[in-house]
Each structure stands twice: as C-alpha cells, then as structure tokens.
C-alpha cells in the first residue's frame, strides 16, 4: 500500500489487514511507555489547510509513538499568505525528507493531485465534501470492538444521519460499513441528502430507530451550507436529534457515534455520558491506533515490526 486516500483505493481486503494491524498498535497504546521504534528516520508531515484537532493531534501523536519524526504546517503562519502555490508548497517541504504527507483540504481531489507532485505517500486527512478515509476506518474499529466482532461487519444494521451532502464522513463511512457486510441507511432531509444515494435513504428517523446496531450521527456543517438547507436548527433537531425519547427507543445493544466536532443540542439533546451505548471518546482513542497502523503499513515495508517492549 503507497497512499491512503480512499477507502475504494485500498479494498476490503486492506481495510480488513488495517484493522488487525490496529490491534496490535491498541496494544502498543496499553503500556506504561506506548513508544515503539517502528518507523525511527521515517518523516511524517501533517499539512492542513483546513481547522482539525483530532486528525491532526492524533496523527502527530500516532507519529511520534511509532518514533517517526513530525512536522506540522498549518496555513496561517505559513507563506502560503504569501501567495506560495500548493504545488511549490509541497515541493518546498518535500526537498526537506519527507516520508508521508497526511493532508487536509477544502478541495475535493487535493490529495490525488498532490501525489503526482512527490513521491511520498499520501494519506488524506479530509478532502472538502469527499472522502475522510482515517475517519471511516477508526468508526469500523469502533464498531467492530464494541459489539465484539473479529472479522467484517455482517447483518449490523448502521443509520448515518444528518448532513450527508456535505459530509465526506459520511461518503467514507458508507464506503467501509458496506465494504465490510454492514447494511447502511441515510436519514435526512431530502435537502442534505446527496442528488444520488449510494444506499437507501428515508427522511424519518422514527422508523428505524428501534432496529439500528449503530446509530452515527453527523454534525451539521453549518461552514460548508451555502443557502437555507433546513427551516431552522431547531426543526432539524426535533426530526433528526438524538432525544431521549429516542435514546430509550433504542436496542441496549446500539451504538451511539459521532465523529465530532458535536453541536451540543442540535444532533445530540441528551448529555453523551450518560449514553450506555455512546463510544464516542472510544472513537477519538481508537484514531491514533487506526493512524498507528496506516502510517506503518504506509512506511513501514521491509521492516520488522519492531514492537516488542
Ligand atoms: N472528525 C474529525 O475529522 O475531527 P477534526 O476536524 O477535529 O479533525
């Protein structure tokens, strides 16, 4: 595997090897010192041209356990205000030594059109509307440990609600979920939902509430709306919010996720700890695992795992 910038690119059969490989790196995380040799002289760079703090934390963290050396560029104290293009950007930090690019941005494609500029891996951290593949594969992780399966997701019944049309979660959830047997069904409004549908949709959270194994809530990006998509927040909540009503309709089996950042009262009006079936802090430890294995899939070829204490 050279890059990671879609779960399409890599297959079920890479998202299956990243999964167990994130097993292993959960371990790693469980010692005292959660610092392994894997990847020493390697060199990763998070390049983010859009806001992040778990994707880039987590990526600099899983970096650093693996002993590669990090280097972080974020665009407002960059010379990109002056003027510097993406493509000299990247040539730029490249001549440095770099190993892997992880890259954010508002532009759907960036990180195809950035892998013909270097020859270093290319990981996608979010690329505007399109693809988030990190995201999908830390929320299968979730999912997959929570309702203690070993392999794929078969049978489980997944609702993905909300923004769907802005939202490259929720492009790259469907992706993994059905790449792994997983049933998907998109709830919104017929105005955030995408023009088609990869799976089927239904704008009544009511209806399959009570038969979900998970219930994946998106956040409303109000950043990404362009023009008046729902009557208010308040109407949206009502229909597509995790009430408690709705919460107590749940099976006790069901997960509730959310890749965050969470609008506190607009997807969510209950308080998430006091979920029994909430794993969204789950979600957020699982990420540097996740990056774990795909920064040592990605750099780490030919080597020894070199993971033991
Ligand atoms: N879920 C996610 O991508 O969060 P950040 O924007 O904080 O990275």
Same mark, same amino acid.
């Given at each position: 595997?050279?890059?990671?910038?879609?779960?399409?690119?890599?297959?079920?059969?890479?998202?299956?090897?990243?999964? *167990?490989?994130?097993?292993?790196?959960?371990?790693?995380?469980?010692?005292?010192?959660?610092?392994?040799?894997?990847?020493?002289?390697?060199?990763?760079?998070?390049?983010?041209?859009?806001?992040?703090?778990?994707?880039?934390?987590? &990526?600099?963290?899983?970096?650093?356990?693996?002993?590669?050396?990090?280097?972080? &560029?974020?665009?407002?104290?960059?010379?990109?205000?002056?003027?510097?293009?993406?493509? @000299?950007?990247?040539?730029?930090?490249?001549?440095?030594?770099?190993?892997?690019?992880?890259?954010?941005?508002?532009?759907?494609?960036?990180?195809?059109?950035?892998?013909?500029?270097?020859? /270093?891996?290319?990981?996608?951290?979010? *690329?505007?509307?399109?693809?988030?593949?990190?995201? /999908?594969?830390? *929320?299968?992780?979730?999912?997959?440990?929570?309702?203690?399966?070993?392999?794929?997701?078969?049978?489980?019944?997944?609702?993905?609600?909300? *923004?769907?049309?802005?939202?490259?979660?929720?492009?790259?959830?469907?992706?993994?979920?059905?790449?792994?047997?997983?049933?998907?069904?998109?709830?919104?409004? /017929?105005?955030?939902?995408?023009?088609?549908?990869?799976?089927?949709?239904?704008?009544?959270?009511? =209806?399959?509430?009570?038969?979900? @194994?998970?219930?994946?809530?998106?956040?409303?990006?109000?950043?990404?709306?362009?023009?008046?998509?729902?009557?208010?927040?308040?109407?949206?909540?009502?229909?597509?919010?995790?009430?408690?009503?709705?919460?107590?309709?749940?099976?006790?089996? =069901?997960?509730?996720?959310?890749?965050?950042?969470?609008?506190?009262?607009?997807?969510?009006?209950?308080?998430?700890? +006091?979920?029994?079936?909430?794993?969204?802090?789950?979600?957020?430890?699982?990420?540097?695992?996740?990056?774990?294995?795909?920064? &040592? +899939?990605?750099?780490? /070829?030919?080597?020894?795992? +070199?993971?033991?204490?």
């Amino acid at each position: 595997m050279k890059h990671l910038r879609s779960i399409a690119e890599v297959g079920t059969e890479g998202v299956l090897r990243l999964l *167990d490989l994130t097993d292993t790196m959960v371990e790693v995380n469980q010692r005292p010192n959660p610092k392994v040799p894997a990847l020493r002289g390697k060199t990763v760079c998070n390049l983010f041209y859009e806001d992040s703090t778990r994707t880039r934390l987590s &990526f600099e963290t899983a970096a650093k356990r693996l002993s590669a050396d990090v280097m972080t &560029f974020t665009v407002k104290d960059s010379s990109v205000n002056k003027g510097e293009s993406l493509r @000299d950007t990247i040539e730029t930090v490249a001549a440095m030594g770099v190993h892997a690019f992880v890259i954010r941005h508002g532009s759907s494609g960036v990180p195809w059109q950035v892998s013909r500029w270097t020859t /270093a891996s290319i990981i996608n951290g979010g *690329d505007g509307w399109h693809a988030h593949p990190t995201q /999908a594969l830390l *929320d299968a992780y979730t999912v997959r440990t929570a309702l203690g399966r070993t392999g794929g997701l078969d049978g489980l019944h997944v609702a993905i609600v909300g *923004d769907i049309r802005h939202s490259r979660v929720a492009r790259s959830d469907v992706e993994v979920f059905t790449a792994l047997g997983a049933e998907v069904t998109l709830v919104a409004p /017929a105005t955030l939902l995408p023009p088609v549908a990869p799976v089927p949709t239904t704008d009544d959270l009511d =209806a399959v509430i009570e038969k979900l @194994d998970v219930l994946y809530l998106l956040r409303m990006q109000r950043e990404r709306m362009t023009e008046a998509l729902v009557p208010s927040l308040r109407e949206y909540s009502t229909r597509f919010g995790l009430t408690a009503e709705r919460a107590r309709r749940l099976p006790e089996h =069901a997960l509730v996720m959310h890749p965050g950042p969470m609008n506190r009262g607009v997807e969510i009006l209950v308080e998430p700890s +006091e979920l029994p079936g909430a794993v969204i802090t789950q979600q957020v430890a699982n990420g540097v695992a996740v990056r774990m294995a795909v920064l &040592f +899939e990605l750099l780490g /070829a030919g080597r020894d795992m +070199e993971i033991d204490e």
